[in-house]
């Protein structure tokens, strides 16, 4: 994916805001994302994290019923794009 691509999908603010969230720990449950963002919907983090898995920004691991997501923070660095820790 071409940087400009990934400063898209980052430069909406819900996405960012999860991949900074992830950047502090680097690999969080699904229920840890949703309890961060009791705001929004499951549908709308389920959206959030495809449209990031999509674009190469974190990776997903399923067993059974449970979703981990891990950041790809090699594919950011080599984009140049620094999230904040």
Known sequence: MKTHELFKVLGEETRFEI??????????????????????????????FKVLAEAGIIDVTKEGTAHTYRLNAELLKKAGIDVGK
């Open 19 to 48: 991949v900074r969230f992830l950047s502090h720990k680097n690999e969080r449950s699904c229920a840890e994302l949703s309890e961060k963002f009791p705001h929004l919907s499951q549908p709308t983090l389920s959206h959030h």
